[in-house]
């Protein structure tokens, strides 16, 4: 294989990897901030 | 100013250096005479080593911060750290291998910088499972500090390793009077570390609000459950 795949599958392993992270965290973000709404709203009720 | 001011504006920073960053590497820097264009990948794998260590050496102290003064606030320091960190020490981990099996021929080999810095992935793994299984238990946060502390002190057997061990791998271009040949690859070299340590401490702020968030929530828990 060329070393333009190589350079192209390093550069591609980076990217992807922080991508799926930035998801991750925003959608546990977002799960959280879900339970802090729901969990402020039951306390409310108390 | 706010934290969360200073995340926004980082936020906006990260991506435009990390784009220039990119392009010094791909149409700036001249190929490297016997690697070729896969030395590229360099150009982003050294800075994401430091950053990793630099996320590392947050946990040591944040971990000493907590064992002394039991705070929450250094233990969500801590933990956001050490993931960071671990993310940073993974793509080290997945592109040194790539550039590997080209320049060397194989994707893996027993070298002391490769297993020293396989052996800080490992702790740290196993520091952020530790913190999975037991999140809210005091006695665990304990000794979730004293493994992050263990896992830093690792960072230096992993730096001079190069140095200590006959090894494959190519020596430190950071603080060595050598440094780089030619002045655009020092260059480049020093921009990508900027970009890619202003991303890592905009991933750490990130990390940092979802720790403070996830406390809150469980304090809220907490109140909860004591009133019903």
């Known amino acids: 294989m060329s070393r333009f795949f190589y350079l192209t599958l390093g550069y591609g392993l980076i990217w992807v990897s922080i ?28 | ?3 969360s001011t200073i995340s926004r504006g980082l936020d906006l920073l990260a ?27 360099f150009y982003f794998h050294v800075p994401f080593a430091m950053s990793s260590f630099v996320g590392f050496a947050i946990v040591l102290v944040a971990s000493l911060g907590y ?26 981990l997945l592109t040194g291998p790539v550039w590997a099996r080209s320049a060397w021929g194989v994707w893996w080999t027993w070298d002391a910088r490769l297993t020293t810095t396989l052996i800080l992935w490992m702790v ?7 913190r999975a299984y037991g999140a809210e238990d005091a ?21 001079f390793s190069v140095k200590w061990f006959r090894t494959q791998h190519p020596s430190s271009t950071f603080f060595t009077r050598e440094g780089l040949p030619v002045p655009a690859m020092a260059f480049t070299l ?5 970009a890619v340590l202003i991303l890592f401490v905009t991933l750490l702020l990130k990390r940092i609000q979802v720790g403070r968030l996830e406390a809150e929530r469980d304090q809220l828990r907490y109140e909860l459950d004591a009133r019903e």
Do not use: H, S
């Not at chain 1, 879900?34 to 402020?40: D, F, N, P, S, V």
């Not at chain 2, 435009?16 to 590497?25: D, E, H, R, V």
């Not at chain 2, 606030?73 to 080290?92: K, Q």
């Not at chain 2, 004293?146 to 992993?158: D, E, F, S, T």
């Open chain 2, 67 to 92: 064992l002394k003064t039991r705070r929450d606030a250094w233990d969500v320091v801590a933990e956001a750290a050490a993931e960071v960190g671990f993310l940073c020490c993974t793509i080290v």
């Open chain 2, 15 to 41: 991506l435009p250096l990390i784009a220039i960053g990119m392009a010094l590497a791909f149409l700036y820097v001249p190929g490297e005479r016997t690697m070729g264009d896969v030395q590229r990948i």
């Open chain 2, 1 to 3: 100013m706010r934290a």
């Open chain 2, 124 to 130: 740290y793994a196993a520091y952020l499972v530790l």
């Open chain 2, 190 to 194: 020093r921009f990508c570390l900027i």
């Open chain 1, 19 to 46: 991508g799926v992270y930035l998801v991750l965290m925003q959608r546990r973000i977002d799960r959280v901030r879900g339970e802090l709404a729901e969990l402020r709203a039951r306390l409310g009720r108390n």
């Open chain 2, 139 to 159: 006695k665990l946060k304990r000794y979730a500090a004293v493994l992050g502390i263990v896992g830093a002190l690792n960072v230096p057997i992993v730096y």
